[in-house]
């Protein structure tokens, strides 16, 4: 059984079909997803409001990754509703969704960067592909958005030359390239030093606050979730047990959230299929 601690996803409160929503306000209602046999995600609701970041959190294969990449347009659900703004994107063509995920940009695990690319081409891959513009301009956009990641002048080297950490905030520079509105991250802080962490955890805040991001950021990493976040969904075989605020879900007796929570090998969660 869920529970849900904030405003709920899937009924009133202008989350309804048709209400008039701010372009980066994100609604997720009973959205599945099937492969074979096997259900992944089975009904799930999420609201993220404008500017908000909300992470989500989970065991391995809980299907966070799979609601992201549904979100993203990057995968079909086979039922439910996506709303992007006042966009249904579930159902889209390829063209429809282009023009969505214009206002979105997307940081994958591990960076994803393209090997023999330089950095300034992955960062202007987008643009690239999307706008026509005078490499000059390009320059500028591509320089612009370096700095604000903290790594002005790496132009020229290419992935292989760069720290992981370094690697995740080039990511984040090409997700940003477009001035999107909307921001999904994928385990961004996985595989980094806690120092480092901490930086990509600073990135993700400085995008809500001075870029105004919506944001959805899909981690098991605790100390990031419970520092970033302004709400929090918990995935649990591919059914939302809990949302809410930091500190509701802290507070929550949900015996499965818990044991999440405190790490441990004791409780619900079967471990010893893990």
Not at 150 to 167: D, H, T
Not at 169 to 193: F, H
Not at 201 to 226: A, F, K, P
Request: hydrophobic residues 40%; proline residues 3%; negative net charge.
């Amino acid at each position: 059984m869920s529970q849900t601690t904030t405003s709920q996803a899937a009924d009133g409160g202008g989350t309804q079909a048709g209400a008039d929503r701010g372009a980066s306000h994100i609604v997720v209602r009973d959205l599945r997803f099937r492969v074979e046999r096997k259900e992944i995600l089975k009904g799930v609701d999420l609201e993220a409001l404008p500017g908000e970041i909300l992470c989500v959190m989970g065991m391995s294969g809980s299907g966070k990754t799979t609601l992201l990449h549904c979100i993203g347009g990057l995968t079909s659900p086979t039922g439910g509703e996506i709303w992007i703004g006042n966009d249904q994107i579930v159902g889209m063509s390829e063209d429809e969704l282009n023009h969505v995920r214009e206002r979105m940009g997307m940081v994958f695990q591990y960076a994803a960067l393209f090997d023999s690319l330089s950095v300034f081409d992955n960062v202007s891959f987008a643009l690239r592909r999307r706008r026509k513009m005078a490499l000059n301009d390009m320059k500028a956009i591509v320089h612009e958005k370096l700095a604000t990641v903290g790594l002005s002048g790496i132009e020229n080297l290419f992935p292989s030359q760069l720290s992981g950490g370094m690697a995740k905030r080039v990511g984040l520079a090409r997700a940003i390239a477009l001035t999107p509105e909307i921001l999904l991250y994928d385990e961004p802080t996985s595989g980094l030093d806690p120092v480092v962490a901490s930086v990509v955890d600073e990135l993700i805040m400085r995008m809500r606050d001075e870029l105004g991001v919506t944001s959805i950021v899909v981690s098991h990493n605790m100390s990031s979730v419970m520092r970033i976040s302004d709400k929090i969904a918990m995935i649990h075989q591919g059914e939302v047990l809990i949302q809410g605020t930091p500190s509701e879900v802290q507070s929550t007796t949900n015996p499965i959230v818990r044991q999440f929570l405190e790490g441990s090998s004791s409780g619900p969660i079967d471990v010893a299929h893990l």
